[in-house]
């Protein structure tokens, strides 16, 4: 008979996802997991196979921790607007989950929508909300939903890795500006208009 796990695997999960927004990805090891948790290494491993699953589990945590501050911009109008907002909050206030989620190196590079996705993402709700609320065609939602979601992952890298500082005030002002911009552009009718390539110049 197997020996009756020592902690459950909520309990663990939650130990090396609170680990994580500590000290970041690189940290979570069974050693150190196993000296928050008061214990040996051993007891891990009744309930995760290895630590590549365990690291697995807190990914997903992680990502449900995101979905929890996005869900917020529903009590806001526009939603889309603060949900750009809550990302960056999210940067801000999580560092290390956000370079979790979004700032690992890909083995190969993918397209926008595969991003999303591989992030346990769907965008088709959002899309479907901008088209009947801004009155906007697919491809219009498509480009203002990539546009602002870009935007403010830019941001949210600068706030995660500390390297600026913005206040609520700044925040909303910069999303707000770019999220009107963006929509100036569309109504406009400038989306499929072909813009020239640069050319740069090689150095002498």
Known sequence: MPPKP???????????????????????????????????????FTVFEDMDELRGEVYAAAGRRLEGFVSDANNFTP????????????????????????????DRSTTFGEMIKSRGGDASGIIDFMMANYDLTLEEARALF?????????IGV???TKMCTFT???????????????????????????????HLKSEA
């Not at 994580?20 to 214990?39: C, D, P, Y």
């Not at 809550?86 to 690992?104: D, T």
């Not at 546009?147 to 830019?154: E, K, L, Q």
Request: with cysteine.
């Open 6 to 44: 020592k902690f459950t695997r909520e309990q663990i999960v939650a130990e090396a996802l609170a680990l994580v927004s500590e000290q970041g990805i690189e940290h979570l090891t069974a050693r150190e997991l196993a000296k928050r948790l008061g214990s040996s290494p051993q007891p891990l």
């Open 79 to 106: 939603a889309f607007k603060q949900a750009g907002m809550q990302v960056i909050l999210f940067a801000m206030r999580e560092p290390k989950l956000f370079q979790l989620l979004f700032m690992a190196e890909n």
């Open 146 to 154: 990539q546009h602002v979601w870009i935007y403010t992952y830019g």
């Open 158 to 160: 600068l706030c995660a």
């Open 168 to 198: 609520d005030e700044e925040l909303v002002q910069k999303v707000g500006v770019d999220f009107q911009a963006m929509m100036m552009y569309i109504k406009a009718g400038r989306l499929n208009e072909q813009t020239p390539t640069p």
